[in-house]
């Protein structure tokens, strides 16, 4: 154990030093403990050691004066998950259905395993995945030679298969990053050259006349802009439930509302997870948890790293401002620090951000007034003619950063049957592809006679969106479902059909968020005040249960607390 200082400016512009305890293991992991003034200097110290040449991970330990550490007990749901006992035998577990679970969970199908995917929310893509702008970025940011850049750029040449065979909605139209001076060029250069270098495709640095060609909005003080072709733009929770659906078409078992509370390991061997609902025997763990990554690592006793959550805000706009803006356009680190900017989504809705503040918590998803103050002030620098006023609402997320701020894609070097897929923070959705494909090849070289399904299918079927379809096609389905002529959401054009259809779908939406995912009911102008209580209604029938046990998001997040019959 070495004592080592550390000189950081705080808040008020004052130097402060710290003493930190700092032992550097065989393998190359960096231990942090100690205690400093202020939040951002745990980060900071942790980036420090991070950054040492050759560092396998930092597990940072260091607290803050004015952040009380919040340890979870579970002992007693263990206690009771052992009364419950066997629940189940799976050949692997995947803990965590966003988009990478979910990603990893149909790679496994095709194979003669029996799988199963477990969330401790109530719905797939509660984490992460949903808060995320849903931009498959290039690869001309990440840092050249890590398994982030490498991730990347094979993902997003992968995202046009999924596209295809899972019938979810992917614009590959291509981003911008914006210079305003000749001083940007030195920027603009950078990531053309780690662009290059990462093998992007298409990769090029051109006008602001030869842009707005085909981006006419841009501001008028742009001046040069780093063009990649190759971005794309999805809906992440149609990404997810598209991989989730084909995943149990194909044999995999997703249960939700189920946590890990411990894995029960014997001679460095997987032998069982131990769950809220009872215990599931496998051999096999692969860890897809985000924030919650070094947690399921910690109950393995491999835990070389510390997931810190970084909070991102995004903003949305009406979709009466569909077509001002249809690429991402970005900017230089030095002008309102790195991050996101404008773009719209899939469904057409300009959408501004992603903020990036670190915060202690990671169920923090708060929106200050900081974070709306740094998207609106940056994206109204980038594209002209969307009012603020048309701004619907605004969320943030949490990405699951590590100190390293690279991947970690591998197997366990002390435990068998455990595998690591950690730190998947930006450009995780747009690697998901090859990550999965990774997790793949790691988990096959490991057990190299796991024999392929012959009845594999990759296709989902492309789903109903009757806002979608043509008069004579929107005939046919009230002919075949009256329901479908009931409209409950005036402002996406959803039916009462496709709400049940969600809620008895093959993964059953049962909250208020999950059918909104699911079929857009409440993403409108009005985000759910006409329909909110018509969907809570249709929930309740569906299921048989009183109105008031209708939840948003599960657990105790009750719409109603009360209500009348007539």
């Not at 006679?449 to 989902?460: L, M, Q, V, W």
Request: charged letters at 25%; aromatic letters at 6%.
């Amino acid at each position: 154990m070495l004592n080592h200082f550390y000189s950081l400016i705080n808040e008020n512009n004052e130097l402060k030093k710290y003493e930190i305890n700092a032992e550097r293991t065989d393998q190359n992991v960096i231990h942090l403990s100690g205690e400093v003034d202020v939040w951002q200097h745990v980060i900071d110290i942790g980036h420090i050691a991070g950054s040492i040449k050759g560092i396998k991970g930092v597990v940072n330990h260091i607290t803050a004066q004015n952040i009380k550490p919040q340890k979870k007990d579970n002992a007693s749901l263990i206690s009771g998950a052992k009364q419950i006992g066997i629940i189940d035998t799976m050949d692997v577990v995947i803990v965590g259905a966003g988009v990478i679970g979910t990603g990893i969970a149909r790679e496994l199908a095709k194979y003669d395993l029996k799988i199963a995917l477990i969330e401790k929310n109530s719905d797939i893509s509660e984490g992460t995945t949903k808060a995320n702008n849903g931009m498959i970025h290039s690869g001309y940011d990440s840092k050249t030679g890590t398994l982030k850049a490498e991730m990347n750029v094979k993902g997003n040449a992968m995202y046009s298969k999924w596209a295809e065979e899972l019938n979810f909605p992917f614009n590959r139209t291509g981003s911008f990053v914006a210079g305003f001076s000749e001083e940007d060029d030195e920027y603009l250069e950078m990531y053309y050259e780690r662009g290059k270098a990462n093998g992007v495709p298409g990769i090029e640095i051109i006008s602001a006349q030869k842009a707005r060609e085909f981006e006419p909005n841009l501001h008028h003080t742009i001046t040069k802009l780093l063009w990649t072709p190759s971005a794309g733009y999805v809906e992440p929770y149609e990404v997810t439930e598209a991989l989730a659906e084909n995943a149990v078409d194909n044999g995999v078992s997703i249960m939700l509302s189920t946590e890990v509370l411990n894995i029960i390991t014997k001679e460095n061997n997987v032998q069982s997870v131990v769950t809220n609902k009872g215990i599931i025997q496998t051999s096999w763990v692969i860890n897809a948890a985000g924030l919650y990554a070094d947690e399921i690592a910690e109950m393995v006793g491999d835990c070389f790293y510390t997931i810190h959550p970084r909070r991102g805000t995004l903003v949305l706009f009406d979709k009466s401002n569909k077509g001002i803006i249809e690429r991402f356009i970005g900017t230089p680190p030095k002008n309102f620090t790195k991050g996101g900017g404008p773009m719209q989504t899939p469904e057409g809705n300009p959408i501004w951000g992603p903020s990036a503040i670190e915060v202690p918590d990671k169920e923090n998803v708060d929106v200050d007034q900081q974070d709306l103050d740094f998207i609106i002030n940056k994206s109204a620098h980038l594209v002209e003619g969307i009012s603020r006023q048309s701004v619907i609402t605004f969320f943030s997320g949490l990405r699951a950063c590590t100190y390293t701020e690279d991947f970690i894609i591998e197997a366990s070097e002390k435990v068998k049957g455990f595998i690591h897929v950690s730190g998947i923070q930006s450009p995780g959705l747009a690697s998901a592809p090859a990550i999965a494909q990774r997790v793949e090849n790691i988990f096959i070289e490991l057990n190299p006679s796991t024999g392929k399904k012959e009845n594999f299918n990759p296709i989902r079927e492309k789903p109903i969106h009757f806002r979608e379809c043509t008069f004579k096609e929107k005939d046919e389905l009230i002919k075949k479902d009256p329901k479908y002529a009931h409209v409950i959401c005036r402002c996406e054009t959803i039916t009462e059909a496709e709400i049940i259809r969600a809620i008895r779908g093959k993964i059953p939406a049962r909250t208020l968020d999950a059918v909104k995912r699911r079929t857009r009911a409440g993403m409108g102008r009005c985000q759910g005040g006409f329909c909110g209580p018509r969907v809570v209604e249709i929930i309740s029938r569906e299921l048989g249960i009183d109105p008031t046990e209708v939840t948003l998001k599960g657990n105790t997040s009750n719409v109603l607390i009360s209500h009348s019959r007539k």
